[in-house]
């Protein structure tokens, strides 16, 4: 099983939909962080968490929103998706003070039509 | 502007070329920088990482910075295709501060 797992891998959903987007983790990790990628644009960080009562807003924050439901599950909601939300998007763990140790999950493909 | 910049590429090279990525990023308090390998449909995977200047080897891949300039870089010796992916640069100025992403090159090596 993966360290990290996503689910779903692939989404197509209709403008005004309210989605979720799940990430666990069996790292152990106490950190989750969630990033949509485009293409040029790289990753941006939507929101992180450094523990279970801990959670931050990153760059691009708005139209999101994330419930970190225990230290190795880590959602990612659409409260009203539209189209500029389509992206690719990444949820990342990592060990609190280990710089080197994001460990990625393989991706949510989301389409909004 | 972008507080790091990568060429989007593609690259395309031949198989046994020497490639060359790079990063340049405009924080002079960037000290710790890595490199990510992404291929299609997966999620990043740390590939090297470095502190501060200067040259990191780790078997056909170097890292190398130049604080001085802010400037990073990837070099591949005899690549091959199993090397074709999305090379993504990344830094941060302290071990637990938040990851700044390049865009992300994308490499071809074609047999």
């Known amino acids: 099983d993966a360290d990290v797992t996503q689910t779903p891998r692939n989404r197509i959903t209709k403008t005004g939909k309210r989605i979720m987007l799940e990430c666990s983790q069996t790292?152990?990790?106490?950190?989750m962080y969630w990033y949509r990628q485009d293409p040029g644009l790289g990753l941006r960080l939507i929101y992180y968490?450094?523990?279970?009562?801990?959670?931050n807003k990153g760059e691009i924050s708005d139209g999101y929103s994330v419930s970190r439901q225990a230290q190795a599950k880590f959602s990612l909601s659409l409260e009203s998706a539209i189209p500029n939300q389509t992206a690719l998007y990444f949820c990342?763990?990592?060990?609190?003070?280990?710089?080197?140790?994001?460990?990625f999950g393989s991706g949510t493909r989301l389409t909004v039509v | 502007q972008k507080e790091v910049e990568q060429d989007p590429g593609p690259l395309s090279v031949p198989e046994g070329a020497i490639v060359s990525l790079n990063c340049t990023y405009s924080?002079?308090?960037?000290?710790?920088f890595m490199w990510y390998r992404q291929y299609s449909r997966k999620g990043p995977e740390l590939l090297m990482y470095?502190?501060?200047?200067g040259n990191k080897e780790d078997g056909r891949f170097t890292a190398q910075v130049d604080k001085s300039s802010k400037y990073i870089s990837l070099f591949i010796r005899d690549s091959q295709p199993s090397d074709s992916a999305t090379y993504l640069c990344?830094?941060?100025?302290?071990?637990?501060?938040?990851?700044?992403f390049g865009g992300g090159t994308r490499l071809m090596v074609k047999p």
């Open positions: 990342a763990t990592s060990d609190s003070g280990v710089l080197w140790g994001y460990t």
């Open positions: 790292k152990g990790h106490d950190r």
């Open positions: 968490s450094f523990d279970v009562k801990d959670i």
């Open positions: 924080n002079s308090a960037f000290q710790y």
């Open positions: 470095t502190y501060s200047s």
């Open positions: 990344a830094m941060s100025a302290n071990a637990g501060n938040m990851l700044t």
